[in-house]
C-alpha cells in the first residue's frame, strides 16, 4: 500500500506493520474522537502515514469513522438516556449537510476551502472555552440563529473535509444545551456519524476508498469510541474543554500550515 494512485486502491495489500498501525491509529482516533471531537487529528496522519495520497486517505477516514457512532453508543448508554427524538431531528439535518459536503468534494477543488478550515476550527475552540457566555446569550429572550443551520452547515465541513468537525459540533450543541460535556459529546458522536454514514456511502459508490486500510482503522475506532465515554464521564468538565480547545487550536495551525 505505499503510495498507490488516487484511483487505484481499493483493496490494496496491507502489511504487518501498517495493519499494526493503523489498528493501534484507530484506537487512538476513537478515544480522541469521543472524548474530544478530533478523531481526525490521528487517523488522517495515520492513513498519510500508511502510504495513501491525500484525497484517497480523506474518504478512507470519513468510512472508517462509522464505527465511531457504535462504539459510542455501547459506552455512553448513560448519556443518551431520553436523547433519541434529538439525535433522530439533528441527525436529519447534519446528515442532509454531510451529503451535500460530500457532492461537493467530488466536484470541485478544495484548495480555497482548506484555507478556511483553519478559522472554523479557532472559532469552534473558542465556543468551547467561552461556552458559560454564549449560552447566556444564546438562551436569553429574543430573535438567535437556529441551531439546525449550524448543525447543518457543519455537516456540510464534516462531509467535505472533516477534520475537527466534532470541535464545531460540540461547540455549537454546547452553546444551545444546559447539559454535561459528556451528553453533549455522546450526541455529538452519534449526530457527526449520520453525516459521516451519508458522505462514506457517496465515496464507498463513487470515490477511492482504500478498502483494506478502513476495514484495520474502523476495527480500532470501535474500541477506542468505546472506552472514551467512560473517560469523559470521569474528567472534569473545565479542564476536558480547555484540553480539547487547545488540541482544536494545534490543528487548525497544522491546517493553516499544510494549506499556506
Not at 175 to 181: K, R
Request: aromatic share 6%.
Amino acid at each position: 500500500m505505499s503510495g498507490p494512485a488516487e484511483g487505484s486502491v481499493g483493496w490494496a495489500v496491507v502489511d504487518h506493520q501498517q495493519a499494526a498501525l493503523l489498528l493501534l491509529g484507530g484506537v487512538g482516533c476513537g478515544l480522541t474522537g469521543s472524548i474530544a471531537g478530533l478523531a481526525s487529528l490521528v487517523s488522517y496522519p495515520v492513513l498519510l502515514a500508511a502510504g495513501l495520497p491525500p484525497v484517497a486517505a480523506s474518504m478512507t477516514n470519513t468510512v472508517a469513522l462509522v464505527a465511531a457512532p457504535a462504539g459510542m453508543v455501547a459506552g455512553a448508554r448513560r448519556e443518551l438516556r431520553g436523547q433519541r427524538r434529538r439525535i433522530l431531528r439533528a441527525s436529519g439535518v447534519c446528515t442532509a449537510g454531510g451529503i451535500t459536503g460530500g457532492v461537493l468534494l467530488m466536484s470541485t477543488p478544495s484548495t480555497a476551502f482548506e484555507v478556511i478550515v483553519p478559522f472554523l476550527i479557532v472559532l469552534g475552540a473558542l465556543a468551547l472555552l467561552f461556552r458559560e457566555g454564549l449560552r447566556d446569550w444564546y438562551t436569553r429572550p429574543g430573535w438567535r440563529p437556529p441551531l439546525g443551520i449550524a448543525i447543518f452547515l457543519i455537516g456540510v465541513y464534516g462531509g467535505y473535509f472533516g477534520a475537527a468537525a466534532g470541535v464545531l459540533l460540540l461547540a455549537a450543541m454546547g452553546v444551545a444545551a444546559v447539559e454535561p460535556l459528556a451528553v453533549t459529546n455522546a450526541v455529538k458522536t452519534v449526530v457527526l456519524g449520520a453525516a459521516n454514514l451519508a458522505a462514506a456511502l457517496l465515496y464507498a459508490l463513487t470515490g477511492p476508498v482504500a478498502w483494506s486500510a478502513a476495514a484495520l482503522l474502523a476495527a480500532g475506532c470501535l474500541v477506542g469510541s468505546w472506552i472514551g465515554p467512560a473517560v469523559v464521564r470521569r474528567t472534569p468538565e473545565r479542564p476536558l474543554r480547555v484540553i480539547i480547545a487547545v488540541a482544536a487550536v494545534g490543528l487548525a495551525v497544522y491546517l493553516w500550515w499544510k494549506a499556506a
